[in-house]
């Protein structure tokens, strides 16, 4: 069974940085693509950032020069660097793996951006 969990929310001040990890049990992550979403309060969820198998990734307009996904295969983790932070960055971070038909997501973990 794959499961994944997420870890490193909290809160931040605006221009401060958090890092998000995604732990993987029953999946060997660095052979699927792996994606963060968020969802903000009253809001949908969006697709923030993945990367793929081979390294590629992409990014949505609003977080391109700030955030940083990566994984590291050793660990089983994807991570989300997050810098320059904005009160429009508030959301609930949820990860996100495709898996044989299946989109399999995290219990998610709180960031907020406030002063």
């Known amino acids: 069974q794959v499961q994944l969990a997420e870890s490193g929310g909290g809160l931040v001040q605006p221009g401060g940085s958090l890092r998000l990890s995604c732990s993987a049990s029953g999946i060997t992550m660095r052979s699927y693509t792996m994606a963060w979403y968020r969802q903000a309060p009253g809001k949908g969820r969006e697709l923030v950032a993945h990367?793929?198998?081979?390294?590629?990734?992409f990014y949505v307009d609003s977080v391109k020069d700030r955030f940083t996904i990566s994984r590291e295969n050793a660990k089983n983790t994807v991570y989300l660097q997050m810098n320059t932070l904005k009160p429009e960055d508030t959301a609930v971070y949820y990860c996100?793996?495709?898996?044989?038909?299946?989109?399999?997501w995290g219990k998610g973990t709180l960031v907020t951006v406030s002063s």
């Open positions: 990367i793929s198998s081979g390294g590629s990734t």
């Open positions: 996100n793996v495709p898996f044989y038909g299946t989109n399999y």
